[in-house]
């Protein structure tokens, strides 16, 4: 008989607990009738996994031991008076060597090891009699599945092309809390061929592929898909040479530890990219109690925003008329509210660059019809994946955001000013623009004042060319007293006044001269002065 064939019967001949014992050491599925068991075992053991077998081995060997146990208890059981046999029935003497006292994980203790012990005995005139007794020891420590049934979530900015090793558990091997584990993984010619040709090499640009071997943790939780999370204290090396892990959030709580933020790990640099060559990966960690960690290795080749945009607007646009809809039923009348929403206010702006938005985009998951410009929203979470909507603040994952029809026929209509960076939604669908009062009133006003600038400059020109010029008040006693005083002749004299009258009357044209000066009476500030 074959070994295949051999460890097949083993399989065939467990009872339903070592089925269930077997398919939760493997994270399988342990639900189900016996035969549905039986046939996920068998899967199984065509797998050829070491653990497995060793697994089947040690079920198959406590079975053996459990019924030679119960055979010999019967045996002994024969040779007692009949009053002790009646005091000890055959059906509590079979009890006590099933699978409850007896489970996978237990220590088997022979009587010669618990006659020296001071394990308490039940029945101490059957001990005294030399009957065997199976007391309860110490439950082993829970069995770790070697592959669990976990799932990633899948991550954006990321194309999975291959699995380097599933999905493994961090195993406790002592019982100290710091633990250390080391998996190993190979890599195929064309997946070495695939991350070596993606290498980015250009000057002044740090080293980086776009096909990448990536590393990640997460916990044990078959329930849904898990987000990346590290193990406390957590350390990787890869090839011996330590890796680099994303910085550790600081808290500001006593008595909790920083964790680092959920994302994963490119260990590309440090892969040795040969097929022939194994890469190990050794991962200390600190035991969590209550909970339990996986690690897995991925393919991955990585994506750009530009990219995700692309994939975005080639899924298609959102039709104008389901905004539309929503535009209608959120301004529709209620009869019972004594307040009637005639109008909606949406910005154009982005809420993240505060710009006219050039992609107008939202989640299907948000109710509110403000959009935000998918251009800066990726690129925000290429640098920090954190997939909030900026409007609501709720989860805006990636696979949800839908390009806005109704939005992008705004953007791009004649009709929008381009000054205005927020509209109005009416009541039947349509939309206008919306200038703010005060930018109204400063319009206004600037308006105003340039008209009523216009009039004063014109009325001003008018008079200017009507009225007569007519010298000011200060003129006549300005040219008055120009008055030399140094001349000695009355000639001088006389041409100082005679000057003067020519000013007079050039500065009155409108009066009639009638006659020259008679005296100096007239004008007493012009009388002659003796300096001598």
Partial sequence: MSEVEEMENMVMSFR????????????????????????????????????????????????QQNHAQAMSQQAQAKDLPPAHQASIPHSAVTQRTTSIYQTPGYTHVTPQQRAGSTIYQPYPYAAQKGIPLTAPMPVAPPQYPVHPDVKFKRLPFYDLLGELMKPSSLTPNHNTRQQEQTFVFHLTPQQATDIASSRDCRQGVKMDYVVQVQLRFCLQETSCEQEDNFPPNCTVKVNNKLCG???????????????RPP????????????????????????????????????????????????????????????????????????????????????????????????????????????????????????????WHCPVCDKPALYDNLTIDGYFQEVLSSNKLLPDVNEIQLLQDGSWENLVLKKEKDCKDK??????????????????????????????????????????????????????????????SPSKPQTSAISSTSDYPELMIIDLE
């Fill in 446 to 507: 600037h308006e105003a004042n340039t008209s009523h600038s216009k009039k004063d400059i014109d009325v001003t020109l008018e008079i200017d060319e009507s009225a007569p010029s007519t010298p000011a008040p200060n003129d006549k006693k300005r040219t008055a007293e120009v008055i030399d005083l140094i001349s000695d002749s009355s000639d001088d004299e006389e041409s100082v006044i005679t000057s003067s009258n020519k000013k007079m009357a050039l500065s």
């Fill in 245 to 259: 892990l994303p910085n550790l959030v600081p808290t500001n709580k006593p008595g909790v530890e920083p964790k």
């Fill in 263 to 386: 994302r994963p790990v490119n260990i590309s640099q440090l892969v040795k990219l040969s097929p022939t060559v194994a890469n190990t990966v050794t991962v200390s960690w600190a035991a969590d109690y209550g909970r339990r960690y996986a690690i897995g290795i991925y393919l991955v080749r990585k994506l750009t925003s530009s990219e995700l945009l692309q994939r975005m607007k080639s899924k298609g646009v959102k039709h104008s008329d389901y905004t539309r809809g929503l535009i209608k039923e959120k301004l529709c009348e209620d009869a019972d509210s004594e307040i009637a929403t005639t109008s909606l206010r949406v910005s154009l702006a982005c809420p993240l660059g505060k710009m006219r938005m050039s992609t107008p985009c939202r989640a299907s998951t948000c109710y509110h019809l403000q959009c935000f410009d998918a251009s800066l929203f990726l690129q925000m979470n290429e640098r920090k994946a954190t």
């Fill in 16 to 63: 339903v607990s070592e089925l269930q014992t077997l398919l939760g050491y493997a994270g399988r599925n342990k639900s189900g009738r016996k035969t549905e068991l039986q046939q996920r075992a068998l899967e199984l053991l065509r797998s050829r996994s070491h653990p497995i077998l060793t697994k089947i081995r040690e079920l198959y060997q406590n079975i």
